[in-house]
Every structure is written in structure tokens, then in C-alpha cells.
């Protein structure tokens, strides 16, 4: 059935002036029987209309209803109605450039009128609604993943469920341009006041670097015994396992077993040195070319641009531990870059120590200025829970501009919790050697993406979701996919989950622990006529909307052009369609057991260039699923004429 429009360009006030911008804004429409005529005493709940001064298109309304006597605000002609506004023209052309050149020079005549079906003012109107109405569909949709944080698209075949995730997902993680970035920052500072958890974390992190610098006296590391210092030892009280696991509240190091350079190797039951110590035979003798570096570089007997033969973060790492007021605590060069760029700052020319001590200071100058209580930690992690400084900054205009990602995998009946979540991998190592490694697999990556990029939005599409065993695949996480982590609250504890595989490296930590955060976001297609596979049960089904995505013969007039193509593709449309008729008067092919909703074959199959692919779809796609819903029971077997008539 047509829609029905109207064109509506409204009366000026009395004196002479338009009045239409003052109207709108009161979501209504206003005119009388004298200018508009008696058709506008009768508009029916629904009706679209063009409104215009002119030959300038303003807005596209939707009655609403229509306002009584007794309700009428000013400005009023005396006949009123409730509207929604369905789409503003000046922000309408910014998202659909082409209704520019649509509506250019067209003019308008009359006051008020039921646009005439199938003119070219009526095709207009129509091309707009449908464009706004299609994106309003699908921010809707947008609107209740960003909500429930998981959906699921579910419809017969061929009704365009993966590619409404993918326009979703690209919608989703497409380049926004945030507030400066400075002016958050400084905002920060303007209102930042401690909490009862700040001020906790604050007292552990003191007593800890108290702890560490009576443990590992600056005066003493130029004889720090090899047992004190190495990683991959059962005590877990060296100097590297301080740095790298006890001391994270200080600043996360991202450090690896090798990083100190001299660490225990518990499966070969040896002592592995690398860089400048991977020459020396003698364990003890790597030890003390280690304390000396050590010395040297903690007690500042140094140039501030020398090279050390040792890690830079390694380095960094340890001078905040040391000196917390002197150095920041972020000992990644590429993070400090992205700090320092954050706030105005040139790095051309500084060192990785200088950009961490400019970076301090920058912290000192803030804190001062806005007289805030707030400890260097504190700025650290609120800049990490703000910004990827993980990956480079991009600025424009001085405006931050943050960009996603979205990426699509299948399910099938094999895959396993192994393939999504986290498994053992077998590496070959230089002597061909094999060895079993646990490694993160695409979900865990695609969530440590989310984690370091807050700001951005990350769509994983699973397609065919319902095909693998969700629970196991999904394991532990079906609690984490109702609890996320949130890098506002900082809710690790009540976010985490433990996997059954420890991702620990040589050094033997064990890391079991899984997040999934509130930027990540999952999109599941399910094809409900496939009775191949089980049902999802409820401990899934109550953590993920579930979205319908019905055929429609809508998607034929939008994307086939011509319009001789475009009648036969809609006949065929539509006789498939009976097929699956439920009304008890006409013929039924459809068995009882089944819903139209859930078999109809889609649109897609009818979305075609020319008519050679209308004749192949029909023969090679579209006869032989119907054919196969026949011996599946799904139709019955008197509609085996009808689909040979096709």
C-alpha cells in the first residue's frame, strides 16, 4: 500500500513574517480552512507531511494528533496538530548529500495539498523518508547494542542480517572527533576530588614503594645477588618480579621474562642471559655487570640521553620506583609521546627519560594551578582510562579523533572455546623443538583492543552464531558478557573472570584473568530456519536482545533500478511469498508447525542487476531451497507444482 503525503507551506503571521521555525519548534503544525482548505480539518493520525517556505524544503513531519480547542498555544491559526519531526532538511542533506541535488530549484506551489502519487514531488518526498526512516531503523538497533551491549539479528534466509551488521558495526566505529583533549584534562584537574577507593589505592601504593626501597636499598644494588634480582624463581621476591608484578598499582610494566636479561628458566633448569650479558659464561659474573648497570642507573650516575643496553621501560620503571616525585609513572616512550602530544606538547628533540620527567612536570604545574589533590598515579590512570596511548594520537583542529574497529568470524558445530576465547598453540622453536603455548584468541585480543582505546567502539560480528555449542564456547564468559568493565568505574573485581588457561610467560606468573569492556560490542546473526542446530538457552538468550530482521519487498523498489527488472523481481517476490501464506482461506502450503517469520525466503534473493541473474537466482538458489524445505517438512508436498511453476 502507497504511502500518502501532503505539502504544507505555512501562513504568515499577521505581520507578514513566517512563522513556521516558532511552530516547529513546538512540535506542531497550525493553519486554517481559508488557507489550507477543508482538507486539513481531516488529517489522519500518521500522514506525512513537506513542509516549506517557498521552493526551501524545512522538515518532514508526521501527524501525531491533532490538538484540541481548548490546548492551542500561540502561534495558532485556530486548526492544530501535534507533529513529530522526522527529519530537519539542513541536518537531512549533511547525512544524504544527494537530497541536495534533489531538491534543488524545485518549486512549490500552493499552500497545502495531497501530493499526487507517483509525480516528481511526490518520488522526492518519498526518497527522503525512506532514507531517514531506514537510518532511523537501524539507530534504533545501534541504540539497543549500545544498551545491552549483545544482540542477535535473527531471520530466514536471505533478509541481509549479516550486511545490516556490518552497516551497523561501520556506523558504530566510524571516525568521531571527541573534545580537545586539553580541555578534558584540565577539567580533570579543575574537579577531581579523591574517593574513599583513590584514597585506599594511595596509602598501598606509599607503603609498597616504602617497601620495595627498604627491600632493595639504592646504596646496596652494586651487590645484588643473582638470586635476588631474576625472574622464573619459586621465591617471587626478587628485584624483577617487584617491578613487574608487586609494584603494578605504581604504573603496569609490560615487561617480559628476558627484559632484565638474566632470567631463571625453570624448564631447562638453567639461568638464560640475553643482550649484553648473553656472551658471559658465568652466571655470577652476568650478575655483576647487572648491578653495576643497575647502580649506575638508579643512582643517576648517568648522562640524560646515554643509551642504556638494557630496555628503556625496564629503565623508567625502575627511576619512579625510586624517585615517584621526580619520574611519571608510565614507562612506555610511545605512551609518554602520546601524554605529551595530549597536551600541547612538541617532543622533538627529548629523550624517553625527558619526556617522562617533561611529563611530570607538565603533572606538577596542573596540580598546582588548579590546586588539586592528586597524586601522579592518579593522573596516570585517569589518562589511560581517557585515551589510547597505546597506538598513535590523532588531533585535528586540537579536537581528538578516536576511531574503532569491527571485525566479522562464523561459527560453526566445531568450534570451541579453544578457537574464540583463549587455547594452546604448538610453536616450533630454533632447534625444532616443539612447545605449547597459551595464547588469546580473536575475542580476548579484539577486548584488550577495547581496553587500551576507551574512547572508541569495537564490533565483533559473529555470523551463524547459533551453529557452535554458545555455552561452551563462551565458557566463563557468559557471566562477563552481563558484567563488563567499565573504564569509568574501574570495576575490575566484580568485572574479571579466571579462564581455565594460565597465559603466563617464562617467568611462570600465573594471568588468568579475563575482561570484557563496555566498548565492546557483539552483533550474532541466526538464520531461523536452520533446524540444524540446537536452541540457544536461557542463561544466552537472557544476556542478548534478539532482534527480527523480516524479508521485505521494500528492499527490491530500493535497489533495483530498473523499473521493467524491478515489477518482474517483485512478482517473483511475491509469489514465493504465497508459499508461505498462514491466512486459513487461501491455499496453505506452509505446515502448522512453522511460522512465515522464520522460513519466508528474503529479499536478497530478488536484489539483482539484470535479468539473466533473476532467471540464475531462481533456478540454482531459490527453487532449490524450496525444494528442500518440501523434503524437510517445512512445506507441504502440494507446493512442489506451485514452486515448478515459478
Known sequence: MSRIFFRMQMKAGSNGDTITDEVLSQNKITSDIEY????????????????????????LVKIVDKI???????????????????????????????????????????????VENGNATFNRINKWYKLVTKQKKMQDKIDLLEYKKQI??????????????????????????????????????????????????????????????????????????????????DDKDGFCYWQEYILTDTGKYNGQADKGKIYWKNDEQRYVKSGFLQNIVNDDEAMTKMAELLDNIVNEKHNIGIDYPIGKGFILKMLNSYYPEKYFPI??????????????????????????????EIFEEKKANYKTDITNNEFMYFLFGNFNLKKEVKLENDELLVEGDYKIIQFHPAYSYEDFVRGISAKTNDKGDVNYKVENRILI????????????????????????????????????????????????????????????EDDGESNRVLLLPDNLY?????????????????????????????????AIDDVVKDPILKAKAKVLYHKV??????????????????KAKDVQLGHSYFLVENEKQLELKLEFEIKPLLNEYVRDGILEESALAQIDAL
Open 36 to 59: 489550507a482548505g477543508e482538507r486539513f480539518l481531516h488529517l489522519k493520525c500518521g500522514s506525512v507531511v513537506l513542509i516549506h517556505k517557498g521552493s526551501i524544503p524545512i522538515a
Open 68 to 114: 484540541p480547542k481548548d490546548k492551542i498555544k500561540e502561534p495558532s491559526f485556530g486548526i492544530d496538530y501535534y507533529v513529530e519531526i522526522i527529519s530537519d532538511y539542513s541536518s537531512a542533506i549533511v547525512d544524504f548529500p544527494e537530497l541536495n541535488e534533489l531538491y534543488k530549484n524545485i518549486p512549490f506551489q500552493g499552500t497545502f495539498a495531497q
Open 152 to 233: 542477535i539479528l535473527q531471520g530466514p534466509p536471505g533478509t541481509g542480517k549479516t550486511r545490516l551488521a556490518k552497516m551497523m558495526a561501520e556506523e558504530m566505529t566510524k571516525v568521531n572527533k571527541l573534545e580537545r583533549p586539553i580541555d578534558v584534562i584540565s577539567n580533570h584537574f579543575k574537579t577531581y576530588k579523591p574517593d574513599e577507593s583513590s584514597i585506599a589505592l594511595r596509602e598501598k601504593i606509599n607503603e609498597l614503594v616504602k617497601n620495595f626501597q627498604e627491600k632493595f636499598k639504592k646504596e646496596d644494588l652494586k651487590n645484588l645477588p643473582l638470586e635476588n634480582y631474576a625472574l622464573g624463581t
Open 331 to 360: 614507562s612506555n616512550e610511545k605512551c609518554l609521546t602520546n601524554a605529551l602530544k595530549l597536551v600541547g606538547e612538541n617532543t622533538a628533540g627529548l629523550n624517553y627519560i625527558q619526556k617522562n620527567t617533561r611529563l611530570q
Open 445 to 504: 585480543e579484539f577486548a584488550n583492543e577495547a581496553l587500551d582505546n576507551p574512547k572508541a567502539k569495537y564490533v565483533l560480528i559473529i555470523d551463524e552464531i547459533n551453529r557452535a555449542n554458545l555455552p561452551s564456547v563462551l565458557g566463563e564468559l557468559i557471566y562477563a558478557l552481563e558484567y563488563r568493565y567499565s573504564h569509568k568505574k574501574n570495576n575490575f573485581k566484580e568485572a574479571a573472570v579466571e579462564s581455565l588457561y594460565d597465559i603466563s
Open 522 to 554: 557483539i552483533i550474532g546473526t541466526m538464520n531461523t530456519a536452520d533446524r540444524s542446530v540446537g536452541h540457544i538457552d536461557y542463561a544466552i538468550k537472557r544476556r542478548f536482545a534478539f532482534v527480527n530482521v523480516p524479508p521485505t519487498a521494500d
Open 577 to 594: 511469498a504465497d508459499l508461505f501464506n498462514e491466512d486459513k482461506s487461501k491455499n496453505v502450503y506452509l505446515q502448522s508447525d512453522f
